[in-house]
């Protein structure tokens, strides 16, 4: 599930998403939610929120989804480990 979200992710142009901060911040946002619930590719999700709220800091920082899916993966790290 992760692998295909991450192959439909690159097909978007994201230099139109440039444009709209928050819009472009969502979709980042979005993928890394998408290849979090995937086990496999979980280690990469991370760094998709993380580029989304270097794009809006405002919109990420505050966001409920975000915020609850690096709970779960924080969880996820400490359950395993």
């Not at 142009?13 to 928050?22: F, I, N, S, V």
């Not at 496999?40 to 709220?53: F, G, L, Y």
């Not at 809006?56 to 609850?68: D, K, L, S, T, Y």
């Amino acid at each position: 599930m992760g692998r295909s979200v991450l192959e439909k992710a690159e097909l978007v142009d994201q230099r139109k998403l440039t444009a709209e901060p928050c819009r472009h911040a969502s979709f980042l946002a979005d993928v890394g939610r998408g290849m979090a619930r995937d086990p496999k590719s979980r280690h990469e999700a991370i760094t998709w929120p993380r580029n989304a709220e270097s794009v809006a800091p405002q919109r990420i920082r505050n966001g409920g989804p975000v915020r609850e899916t690096v709970a779960v993966m924080l969880e996820q790290v400490r359950a395993a480990g």
